[in-house]
């Protein structure tokens, strides 16, 4: 990813062109949604990755570019791949309240209160204290 990160603006296409060829195996794709992270551009990695059905391997793949975005502060980004991670343990019958925590940080911090009061509360669990954190995103 570091070597591709360097290539100039003009020959960028053809590195997405390149990664995005015919059935692109998920390491491919992986790579095009961290070099979008790194070009600026983190909906456009969101984009490459948030179709791939949800397994083990792509909810790993989903949390990579969820902790790569947390990083840069792309909380927009880092919303939709840990509410896809989120919804994905979910369907598996696999809640993370972690995941839930920090889905509805990003939700907060990218401007969609709606969506973080949905995953404050879904973080909750029943019979044990509100943590401070879910507290103060319900508030805000």
Request: hydrophobic share 50%.
């Amino acid at each position: 990813v570091f070597s591709l990160s360097q290539a100039p603006l003009d020959a960028r296409d053809g590195v997405r062109e390149g990664l995005r060829a015919e059935r692109p195996p998920i390491g491919a794709l992986q790579v095009l949604s961290q070099l979008e992270l790194g070009w600026g551009a983190p909906l456009a990695g969101w984009q490459v990755i948030k179709d791939l059905a949800a397994s083990d391997t792509v909810i790993y793949v989903w949390t990579q570019f969820a902790e790569e975005a947390e990083r840069g502060q792309a909380w927009a980004a880092a919303r939709d791949a840990l509410v896809a991670i989120h919804n994905a343990r979910l369907a598996q019958n696999r809640p993370n309240r972690a995941v839930a925590e920090r889905a509805a940080n990003a939700a907060l911090r990218s401007s969609d209160a709606n969506t973080a009061v949905t995953l404050a509360r879904a973080a909750r669990v029943p019979g044990e204290a509100v943590t401070e954190e879910l507290l103060t995103i319900e508030l805000e």
